[in-house]
């Protein structure tokens, strides 16, 4: 099962993915795939803006995915909103394969 969790603390917001769906075999498993498309597609968009100087870490490893930044940029905010709410929905339809945790 794959996890994730959101911390916000002062201008500052954590969402940080572990594990693996194990939906179905490896090449096949099109929750992990959807799971990996947005972390990939986000981290890609932060660097293709130009948007390091908000980010305080970044962490895409397999099996690992860790985002950390600073909320006082809207756009910033907003791709990270964003991707909360992609993985929300991906765990509502997959419940037993993705997982948030409080």
Known sequence: MTTFQV????KEAVLEVK???????????????????????????IERLNL????IDLVCEEGYFRLQIKT???VTNTIFKNLEDTLEEISKQYPR???YIN
Request: net charge negative.
């Open 72 to 74: 006082t940029d809207f």
């Open 97 to 99: 394969n993705l997982k």
């Open 7 to 10: 911390i916000r603390k002062d």
């Open 52 to 55: 390091s100087y908000n980010i």
């Open 19 to 45: 594990g693996h769906a194990n939906y179905d075999t490896y090449g096949n498993d099109i929750v992990c795939s959807s799971i990996s498309t947005a972390l990939i597609v986000t981290a890609n968009l």
